[in-house]
Every structure is written in structure tokens, then in C-alpha cells.
């Protein structure tokens, strides 16, 4: 009797190999190495991050399934791994400085970035709910982890409790809607689901529409949407300020990978009954996360109000389902990645061991003293605020636009509103930075080549997509043409 075995695509998760096998690799050094040997983690986790980037790279253009049809790679979800490493590698680059003044220079912290960092790419590579969830956990837990990682921190501890034991209930929400669908439809693969949802003439079936609802939760849950953003705040508030960083872009990044891939693509046939709903939370979620973002004094705390508010822009553009408007997600996201890690860097830069520097107030006469930093905190707040000539202004047109070709023009008038609402707290930190006296001393800093790196790479990539925006819209309209 012979055995066959089929044929695996490996190149399919490539990516995600090249990094899980640069972490086991590294988790091993760290046990056995000697100390001095550890100091090289960062830089060969950097390396597998590089080495990742290089294979997306040298796929583009490519469409091929592997693993019975539950992954894909293609220009879409190559799009979004192209996001996560990039994410990634600043995220990496910002923290050898920190996590050496902070005195919790340990290796296993590089190996659950790029766990995490693996979980997101299965994410966006998923055509299968049970991928989607199993990828959903491998980012999770490392992050759980990661929010707590200064364990002699009480902020720390409680962050790290707070993202655990939400996280954990969210994720409920999550597969009990996957168990839902699979009921109604009997697969859980997308194609599946969206040959059978097309035959429906009306959303009468109670178990398709209760999955649906609690899909949306779960996946508004990593997004930070309201009103599943109540976790937000105070993780990232907690949370060590790389790690706050990486999951304002990451998580909400790969959440909306499989958030469009599950409605764009698989439930795209009952958009109708979905739609109102997004409408409803794009309009919530803007408005709160903006308000709430006035009040605030600690700059974490503004930032994190910020990211859900920015997640309700995204949403706009979901509710326009377009071709421009999914572009305009995909070319907001990489816009977010850099002004936003960027923001999250000076911050780092700023503070000193015992004397974070995280009040607003802390940042009066700052440009005095440093002038560089201010300028480039500068750019990131106006990118922020959606003012020309930076990426976050054409992302905000592109999303706008896109809701009023679609019809939907009180959410355009909406978002618009909302972001000339943001434009008060972003400018209030440049304006406390040129405008105000410093209250305390400004010692000198203590830079790093790795922090100096990043910060160049997401001034660059703040101003480059904001000046030549129509190449990155034009490979995420390509991106698009696979999820369509």
C-alpha cells in the first residue's frame, strides 16, 4: 500500500517561515548564549525581519492558494505582511535604546514581536475563518505578554491583565461567530461562505445573521472601534511605549486584513444588511475617540483616543466598499503605520529612565532645546490632523472622497468635521513645543543610532506619501484586485 503525500506550497507562508524560524533560533541562543552574545538579538531579529521583507517583495504579483485553500498569498495580503514588517522593524529599532534604560534588556521580547508579527501575516493571508482565529491568537498572546513585559511596573501589570482578560472575551465573541456561520453555510472557507451567501435572496437565516453581528464585535474589538474600544486607553497607557507603538498599528492593521476580507469578499452579498451597522460605529467611533482626545493630559492616553478615532475613519471607507474607498484603506493604514510609530518614537526618545515626559505639558519649549525632534513630532501631528502636504491629509481625502462617489455624503460631512475637531489636539502638542516656556530643565539626550534610523524612516514615509501619494494607491489598487 503507498502512501501519497501532497504537495505543500511553502513559498505560500514564506514569510511567516523565515521569521518563526529567526525566532526559534533565537529563543535557543538566548538560553544557551552568554550574555554578551544576547546583545546581538535585536540586530539578527532585525535581520529575519529584512530577510521576510525581501521574500514579500519577490512575490508581488503572484496569486496561488496553498493548504487545501485556507491561505493565499497574493498582492492583498502581501500588501498588508509589507505593513506588519515595516511595523515591525521600527518597532525593533525603537526599542534597543529603550528597553536599555528602562533596564529590561531581555531577548525574549524581540522573539514575541516576531510571533506576533507572524500572527498578523496569517491573518491577512487567510481564506479560512479557522485560520483568521488561529492567527487572531498567535499575535494575541504574545502581546498579552508584551503589554506586562515591565512585570515591576504596577501600569504594566495592569495593562497586561486589562488586554488579557477583554481579549479573551472578545475572542469568544469572535469564534462563536465562526461557529454560527459554519452552521448556516456548513464551511468555514471564504469562497465557501461566499457561494452560498450569493444564492440568498434575503438575511432571513437567524444563525448567518447573529455570526455576522458577532464577527463584527470580535474583529471590532482589535480594530478598537466603538463601543469595544474600552480597553484601548488603558493598555496603552500602561503598556511599555514601544509595545503601545507597535499595537497601534499592528493588531488594528491585521484586524482590518481579515475585517475586509470576511465582508468585502465573503459576505459582500449581504452588504446591504451590514453597511448600516459599520455606518453607525464609523460615526461613534470617530466622534468619541475624537472628544475624548481633547481631555486628555498624558500624551499615551491622547494617542490611544487618537487610534480609535482613527479607526472610525477607516470604517468610512469600508462603508463605501468602492474600489477607491478599500484603496484608501489599505494607503491609509501604511500612511498610520509611519506617522503614528513615528509619534510613538519621539515619545520614547523624549523620556528618561524615572522621568517618562508623557504629561502634554512636559513637551512646552521643547523645539528650544531640541529642534529636530520638535520638527519632526511636528510633522507627525500634522500628518495626524490630515494637513497637507503629509500622508495623513491625502489618506483622509482619498477616504472622503470614496464616501461621497458612494452616496454616503452625511458620513463624509461627518468625518470631515471630526477631523477638523482633531486638529485642536494635535496642534496643542506643537503649539506647547514652539509657543510655551519650558517648565523644567531640558537636559541633553540620550540618542541612539537604531532610534535615529527610525524616526528618518517615518518623517520619510509620512512626507513621501503625502507628496507622491498615486504610487501607493495604485499598488493597493492592485492589492485590490485579488479581494475583488
Request: charged content about 10%; hydrophobic content about 55%.
Given at each position: 500500500m503507498s502512501v501519497v503525500i501532497p504537495a505543500v506550497n511553502w513559498s505560500a507562508i514564506g514569510a511567516e517561515l523565515i521569521l518563526s524560524l529567526t525566532a526559534m533560533v533565537l529563543l535557543i541562543l538566548v538560553v544557551l548564549a552568554k550574555q554578551g552574545a544576547k546583545g546581538a538579538v535585536p540586530y539578527l531579529s532585525l535581520a529575519g525581519v529584512v530577510g521576510a521583507l525581501i521574500f514579500c517583495f519577490s512575490l508581488w504579483g503572484k496569486s496561488e492558494y496553498?493548504?487545501?485553500?485556507?491561505?493565499?498569498?497574493?498582492?492583498?495580503?502581501?500588501?498588508?505582511?509589507?505593513?506588519?514588517?515595516?511595523?515591525?522593524?521600527?518597532?525593533?529599532l525603537m526599542s534597543i535604546r529603550y528597553l536599555r534604560q528602562e533596564?529590561?534588556?531581555?531577548?525574549?521580547?524581540?522573539?514575541?514581536?516576531?510571533?506576533?508579527?507572524?500572527?498578523?501575516?496569517?491573518?491577512?493571508?487567510?481564506?479560512?475563518?479557522?485560520?483568521?482565529?488561529?492567527?487572531?491568537?498567535?499575535?494575541?498572546?504574545?502581546?498579552?505578554?508584551?503589554?506586562?513585559?515591565?512585570?515591576?511596573?504596577?501600569?504594566?501589570?495592569e495593562s497586561s491583565l486589562k488586554y488579557f482578560l477583554l481579549g479573551a472575551f472578545s475572542t469568544g465573541f469572535l469564534l462563536y461567530g465562526i461557529a454560527l456561520i459554519y452552521g448556516a453555510t456548513g464551511t468555514t472557507n471564504l469562497k465557501g461562505i461566499y457561494e452560498f451567501v450569493r444564492q440568498i435572496q434575503l438575511l432571513t437565516d437567524p444563525l448567518l445573521?447573529?455570526?455576522?453581528?458577532?464577527?463584527?464585535?470580535?474583529?471590532?474589538?482589535?480594530?478598537?472601534?466603538?463601543?469595544?474600544?474600552?480597553?484601548?486607553?488603558?493598555?496603552?497607557?500602561?503598556?511599555?511605549?514601544?509595545?503601545?507603538?507597535?499595537?497601534?498599528v499592528g493588531p488594528k492593521a491585521a484586524g482590518f486584513a481579515a475585517f475586509l476580507r470576511v465582508f468585502l469578499y465573503a459576505l459582500s452579498s449581504l452588504q446591504t444588511d451590514w453597511v448600516w451597522i459599520l455606518w453607525v460605529?464609523?460615526?461613534?467611533?470617530?466622534?468619541?475617540?475624537?472628544?475624548?482626545?481633547i481631555a486628555q493630559k498624558n500624551i499615551k492616553r491622547m494617542l490611544a483616543y487618537s487610534s480609535?478615532?482613527?479607526?472610525?475613519?477607516?470604517?468610512?471607507?469600508?462603508?463605501?466598499?468602492?474600489?477607491?474607498?478599500?484603496?484608501?484603506?489599505?494607503?491609509?493604514?501604511?500612511?498610520?503605520?509611519?506617522?503614528?510609530?513615528?509619534?510613538?518614537?519621539?515619545?520614547?526618545l523624549y523620556g528618561r529612565k524615572g522621568e517618562e515626559n508623557i504629561q502634554i505639558s512636559d513637551y512646552s519649549g521643547m523645539a528650544s532645546k531640541y529642534p529636530l525632534l520638535a520638527a519632526a513630532m511636528a510633522i507627525f501631528m500634522f500628518s495626524l490632523a490630515g494637513i497637507?502636504?503629509?500622508?495623513?491629509?491625502?489618506?483622509?481625502?482619498?477616504?472622503?472622497?470614496?464616501?461621497?462617489?458612494?452616496?454616503?455624503?452625511?458620513?463624509?460631512?461627518?468625518g470631515v468635521l471630526n477631523s477638523a475637531l482633531s486638529v485642536y489636539f494635535y496642534f496643542r502638542v506643537t503649539v506647547m513645543m514652539y509657543m510655551r516656556s519650558p517648565e523644567k530643565e531640558l537636559t541633553k539626550l540620550e540618542t541612539s543610532p537604531a532610534m535615529v534610523i527610525a524616526l528618518i524612516i517615518a518623517v520619510f514615509g509620512t512626507l513621501q506619501m503625502g507628496i507622491t501619494p498615486s504610487h501607493y494607491l495604485n499598488l493597493a489598487r492592485q492589492s485590490l484586485l485579488a479581494l475583488m
Amino acid at each position: 500500500m503507498s502512501v501519497v503525500i501532497p504537495a505543500v506550497n511553502w513559498s505560500a507562508i514564506g514569510a511567516e517561515l523565515i521569521l518563526s524560524l529567526t525566532a526559534m533560533v533565537l529563543l535557543i541562543l538566548v538560553v544557551l548564549a552568554k550574555q554578551g552574545a544576547k546583545g546581538a538579538v535585536p540586530y539578527l531579529s532585525l535581520a529575519g525581519v529584512v530577510g521576510a521583507l525581501i521574500f514579500c517583495f519577490s512575490l508581488w504579483g503572484k496569486s496561488e492558494y496553498a493548504f487545501n485553500r485556507m491561505v493565499v498569498v497574493d498582492n492583498y495580503s502581501l500588501f498588508f505582511k509589507i505593513i506588519f514588517l515595516i511595523t515591525t522593524a521600527l518597532t525593533i529599532l525603537m526599542s534597543i535604546r529603550y528597553l536599555r534604560q528602562e533596564g529590561f534588556e531581555h531577548g525574549e521580547y524581540y522573539i514575541l514581536i516576531l510571533f506576533a508579527a507572524v500572527g498578523m501575516m496569517f491573518m491577512a493571508s487567510a481564506t479560512d475563518l479557522i485560520i483568521v482565529f488561529l492567527g487572531l491568537e498567535t499575535f494575541s498572546l504574545s502581546i498579552y505578554v508584551l503589554a506586562g513585559f515591565f512585570r515591576t511596573q504596577p501600569k504594566s501589570n495592569e495593562s497586561s491583565l486589562k488586554y488579557f482578560l477583554l481579549g479573551a472575551f472578545s475572542t469568544g465573541f469572535l469564534l462563536y461567530g465562526i461557529a454560527l456561520i459554519y452552521g448556516a453555510t456548513g464551511t468555514t472557507n471564504l469562497k465557501g461562505i461566499y457561494e452560498f451567501v450569493r444564492q440568498i435572496q434575503l438575511l432571513t437565516d437567524p444563525l448567518l445573521l447573529m455570526g455576522m453581528g458577532l464577527l463584527i464585535v470580535g474583529f471590532g474589538f482589535k480594530v478598537a472601534s466603538v463601543p469595544f474600544h474600552m480597553w484601548t486607553p488603558d493598555v496603552y497607557e500602561g503598556a511599555p511605549t514601544s509595545i503601545t507603538a507597535f499595537m497601534s498599528v499592528g493588531p488594528k492593521a491585521a484586524g482590518f486584513a481579515a475585517f475586509l476580507r470576511v465582508f468585502l469578499y465573503a459576505l459582500s452579498s449581504l452588504q446591504t444588511d451590514w453597511v448600516w451597522i459599520l455606518w453607525v460605529l464609523a460615526v461613534l467611533t470617530m466622534t468619541l475617540g475624537n472628544v475624548v482626545a481633547i481631555a486628555q493630559k498624558n500624551i499615551k492616553r491622547m494617542l490611544a483616543y487618537s487610534s480609535i478615532a482613527h479607526a472610525g475613519y477607516i470604517l468610512v471607507a469600508m462603508v463605501a466598499a468602492s474600489e477607491l474607498g478599500t484603496a484608501s484603506v489599505l494607503y491609509y493604514i501604511l500612511a498610520y503605520a509611519f506617522m503614528n510609530l513615528g509619534a510613538f518614537g519621539v515619545v520614547i526618545l523624549y523620556g528618561r529612565k524615572g522621568e517618562e515626559n508623557i504629561q502634554i505639558s512636559d513637551y512646552s519649549g521643547m523645539a528650544s532645546k531640541y529642534p529636530l525632534l520638535a520638527a519632526a513630532m511636528a510633522i507627525f501631528m500634522f500628518s495626524l490632523a490630515g494637513i497637507p502636504p503629509t500622508a495623513g491629509f491625502v489618506g483622509k481625502f482619498y477616504i472622503f472622497s470614496a464616501a461621497v462617489k458612494a452616496g454616503y455624503i452625511h458620513l463624509a460631512i461627518i468625518g470631515v468635521l471630526n477631523s477638523a475637531l482633531s486638529v485642536y489636539f494635535y496642534f496643542r502638542v506643537t503649539v506647547m513645543m514652539y509657543m510655551r516656556s519650558p517648565e523644567k530643565e531640558l537636559t541633553k539626550l540620550e540618542t541612539s543610532p537604531a532610534m535615529v534610523i527610525a524616526l528618518i524612516i517615518a518623517v520619510f514615509g509620512t512626507l513621501q506619501m503625502g507628496i507622491t501619494p498615486s504610487h501607493y494607491l495604485n499598488l493597493a489598487r492592485q492589492s485590490l484586485l485579488a479581494l475583488m
